[in-house]
């Protein structure tokens, strides 16, 4: 699936004949997700909308950075579970950096960051901040998670039977899991969906972390009522805005 | 004002008698808001609350930062307006370590980063997890911003004559304005309020930063009905919450 | 494939109890591979070797690295060919620290880090001195390339049509080939291996790099005579010899 | 007081308006300084200078960094002291880099650095000489010490009854609490300057430190006979100087 | 001896005339070398080769590196031996890295480095790679170790009583041996050289370092039949590929 | 000369045998010295010392550091000078820093660091601090420059034609210069000493650095009236404060 748009499966030649296209770079996170959704989530995630976005813009997809920022309670859980597994910011900005450098060498001038995992767009931005210093006006760069597009009337249809979270805590929750039914059902313990109690916001953050202030199963918002539908909606629904984004953000 | 709590105002002997008290370390920037405030507002704010709060629980106020993270254009206006003085992560992260390992080092165990300025949140909390790890359960680090802990029935009677536009947006608008004028109203020049157009949301990050996204003036919502009457309505407010959370955050 | 060893399939209960198993990281690298194969071929058999390795000793394969560290001309091409993507040593070597610190926090003390690009060794190995000194006795890391425990005898029938170049000029050429055959045959584009001239050996560094040394196609050594054959003898071989590693390195 | 030079007061636009001033930036420390003065002598003697320098040469002043680099037993009292709070050599160096390249960005080119913490002075060159490498000529940046211009001639007039101690130790004694009664004598706690003895000189340096080698009361010479009319004399003899430094180091 | 080509002995008037020459600057290590030779073989054979290359061609050598990387159990013995002072990979590259610039800076364009220490070459490299991406093609750097050019028909001359070892267990060996005996046969303890049994090959990496995985000597194999004839042989045959190297890559 | 003494001379197991004594570490500089003396004039001061230190107490002599921190324009000329090689603060602070761990690593507990260039204290002394908070009690660290212990009244005997122009101005002057007539008179171009005026001293740092601020020759302050016996005499008063200091500093 997916073959035709990514890099890894290209040879040389046949990435550098598409260097005036968009370069999507999906970016994830190793990263607990409660006891029915597996570690790869947001990796899974960055890569599938990554790959249709390419699809539908003639983009060419780099391999998915598998491993991200440190996940925090109230967003991911935080460090404590194991199987979360968190990259210092410097080292993931480092990272960012060094492949955006790379692509610029390349020929590659339209950089979209495709990124599923909340906490990592801070040390993102960070590198494509110190990055376009370095470019100018020559390379363009632009992230978004797939989230940010979503438009609020889908909200509804969602959060059909329970109400929504608000996106922090829909983590392992209604709209990763719908996504992950959709893309990846083998990869789903729908038996294991439990309808847990979910999170309790709180206004400040504290080191050493509490560990009871979290959900001892690792979800922050209940997952019922997900379904592979839901998944498709969200699909159907976002796709089109980040085309549109691409179409914006890379004229001409 | 506040001279009995703050740190620069006492002797080294005096600071080291209060080493059981709660460290508080306002962090702000130097930040364009709008024609009408000055480039101080974060740092004022920061000050402020921290000074109110130690008053209250009996803490000490160290050197406000008056430098922080990198302005963003829809949470600040960005970097390219003049008097906007932006630190990489990296350098805010490191300052706020090396603080935080001198405080601990006099004696101090309970820290309370008061943070005013949105973008320093990921760096600041970055140097708190690494420093943590460091300092084991003998040390409590604690941040919040001054929004975080507003009641949510608060935001009906400020935002009384517009809508209110988010957080983000927020900036130079009506809750720093009402601050300003509640704390420090000869630093505003009230007659250049003026009621512009406020900046569009955007479900994508983008570099080279557009500088036609942002409204000319910087500021990114209306200002217009605000007052130092607002002002203190938020402090009431927000201050019994900060109490709170020193409470909650270092029992004992 | 391999479902069963790869972490990134795991929910974080299924990973945590597998704590006291050897945890393996394949490391490979994005990097042109002549005209016949795709960029991903070090990470293909990075993870290919961990996988089967995995299934043989009880061990976690965790996502693999699929950036590494800069081509070099003489062992891989070197970074003048469009889709050679080449980290920074510092880059590699803190991603690798931070990993290793949190597997180990995860309660893993065996790691073993499959890697199949041969520029990555020094900057891994840094990773490995650096942290090691901070684990002492309690962990153990081990680092191990495909072809550093393949039999001397083996040699002879793998190149029994053309002389073996020695193994950095290995590159594209029978060994990799021959690989890619046996594991991933629908990516190799056998039509166009050519029997090309391969490098000449230098016994110098040279910057800027010589574009002209090295050959266009980008293979070190011919292709010829690569078969899947060749590969499964190369996996027949070099398996039981990881499997004898991992029992002598990690006894207990 | 001062209120017209002060950047953090203006708006970004009466900001903008000044960018072909002198941008003053004050370094100070926050260290101990004897049972009579305040933690922020450093800080305030820096702001002080800068803003008198600013009002006579239509300069502005950024906001002071009340946080400096380490203390030395025999120039500050160390860091064994409560109050002193000693930033890394790296950290004060990188934060100065910071604030050059975003005064830079701004359009200043004339940037004076008045720094009133012996100890400051390596770091900050370091950051001086690499930004200067990169800005080249366009961009002139000086650094001078409010001790550095002061004519020989008052050293008599100020030492009239105790001997001068040398630069070094003159922390905490009659120099700097001259400058404090005469610029906040509200911060001195007169009743509390001891005619103690002052520390000794040691040719040589050693870690760990040695408490024991530095006057417990954190005075390294007495402050006896200090007074606010030293202080005018000081600030009388100095500006002049300074102000001749600006128009020689920033001609035209 | 090589007074007239030593940087150091040079005044600054002397090095500027020699701007347009070869620079070389000679890396060894402090490293463990055996019951029989002295810590400083790798900085002195470093130091010679680099001396009679600058007489053949007229260059200029620079003062040697005395501290290389850190030293490998199977390289050179690893770090448990006492007098093996280890560099971390970071600081030799930042060392090379500035001095590279410094020489560049005083309008040098033709750098070789001359390396006798088989574990820096990965961090002199990645300086160079990065150095040269800055430098572009005004300047130059190439790196050879005194072992590479070596012809391979001498080989069986210099090994004509044990088998030749392969390179990386060359240390404390025959070739090393007769070098100093060559060089500087003041520092060769020859009663001492004892026929040991060497170290037995390893195909992977493993930390904590077994320390019994390594002769107790710190001889990886055999120095017996080492000579100063021999010694003269590697130099007769190496120099003049060393100088065909200094031709190939400074034309002109 | 010294053989006794250098480390770089022995081989391990007499260097492991020394482990309880003063481990000397001389550091120096490559840097202009006008037009009489060599480069290498503060590293041989540097190893001078160390290596007669070393004799008078039993110490060890590690090689020495060649180059060292950023020479500046009054106290040694600065960059601007043809054979200056100037190390940046963080890779001098890093390489120190290598070292002591190693040493330390090796038994060692007792490291006297003997300077010989003025402007390496800072960076010298950052590293003794950093790396002293993580060795504790243990481990004593001293830096001396070889000047700091000079008795006062030989100032008097040095200058008895020409007068003290301050020990920063002291370069390429009348001290350094008899001290190289002592140590190794055939560096010395006696026939280049010319009485030149010196340098004018400067109450402000600057960058870009006027080159016509520093006389053109290098020379900071006359070198007229130097002699090997004043060279002498320098050494007969300092060496046995520094055995002092090594008796003070490093009891029992």
Known sequence: MFEEVKMERMTWREFEAKKDRVLILPVGATEQHGPHLPLCVDAVLAEQFACRLAQAVGGVVA??????????????????????IDLNGATLQQLASDLFDEFVRDGFTKIFIMNAHFENDPFLI???????????????????????????????????????????????????????????????????????????????????IDKDAIPSTGVLATARSSSAEKGRLIVEAVLPRLVEIVGTAFPG
Chains 1, 2, 3, 4, 5, 6 share one sequence.
Do not use: Q
């Open 126 to 208: 960070e590198a494509m901040d110190l990055c376009s210093a370095r470019y100018g006006d020559r390379v363009t760069l632009v992230l978004s998670n797939w989230w940010d597009p979503m438009p609020e009337e889908l909200i509804g249809r969602l959060f059909d039977e329970v109400p929504f979270p608000g996106w922090a805590f829909e983590h392992a929750a209604i709209t990763e899991t719908s996504l992950m039914l959709y893309f990846a059902p083998e990869l789903v313990r729908e038996e294991l969906i439990v309808d847990s109690k979910g999170a309790a916001p709180c206004p400040y953050f504290k080191y050493p």
């Open 63 to 84: 391999p998915t950075l598998s491993y991200g920022y440190k996940s925090k309670p109230l967003s991911g859980g935080g460090p404590l579970f194991p199987g979360t």
